[in-house]
C-alpha cells in the first residue's frame, strides 16, 4: 500500500516537472526568431464610456512579429500556435492610460493599456513602455501606401 502511495506521489511529481519543462521550451521556441515582447491582451475590450476597470477578461501572453503581423501567444498554455493574430494593416489605434483599479493588479507593473481596433473588434493590449515604444514604431513603419492610424 505504501508503495502504490509513493509511486503516486512520484508520479505527480514527475508530470509537474514535465508539464513545466514544456512551458519553458515552448517559450524558448516562441521567443527564437526573435522580436518578442511580454503583452497582455483583452479581446471584445468595453467600450471606453464603460469604465471598465475590473481586470477581467486579460489574458498574459507573449507578442512576436512577423512580417506585416503580431501573433499572441498565451503564456499558460501548450498550443504551438498562436491566439491570436493582427494584421498591421488592420490595427486602429485608439487611445492610451495606464491601468485603473483591480486592472493594476491584473497586468505587470510597468504596463501602459493601448486601446485598438482590429477588423472591428475592440481590443486593448498593455505592454512595457519600452514595449509600446517599439510597436508604435513598427505600426508606423508600414510599407507606403498602407493607412496607418496610431493615437
Given at each position: 500500500m505504501v508503495l502504490v502511495l509513493v509511486l503516486c506521489v512520484v508520479a505527480i511529481v514527475v508530470l509537474v516537472v514535465v508539464g513545466l519543462v514544456a512551458f519553458g521550451v515552448r517559450r524558448r521556441l516562441i521567443q527564437r526568431s526573435g522580436g518578442t515582447?511580454?503583452?497582455s491582451l483583452r479581446w471584445?475590450?468595453?467600450a471606453p464610456d464603460a469604465?471598465?476597470?475590473s481586470g477581467k477578461g486579460w489574458g498574459y501572453?507573449?507578442?512576436r512579429y512577423n512580417g506585416d503581423r503580431i501573433e499572441w501567444f498565451r503564456v499558460f498554455s501548450y498550443a504551438p500556435r498562436p491566439k491570436r493574430i493582427l494584421e498591421r494593416a488592420a490595427i486602429?489605434?485608439?487611445g492610451r492610460r495606464s491601468?485603473?483599479?483591480e486592472e493594476e493588479l491584473a497586468l505587470l507593473s510597468d504596463a501602459i493599456v493601448l486601446a485598438c481596433s482590429h477588423r472591428g473588434t475592440r481590443l486593448e493590449l498593455a505592454m512595457s513602455e519600452d514595449a509600446l515604444t517599439g510597436f508604435l514604431a513598427w505600426l508606423e513603419a508600414a510599407p507606403p501606401g498602407q493607412r496607418v492610424n496610431v493615437a
Open positions: 515582447f511580454d503583452c471584445d475590450a468595453p469604465a471598465d476597470v501572453g507573449i507578442a486602429e489605434v485608439t491601468p485603473e483599479g
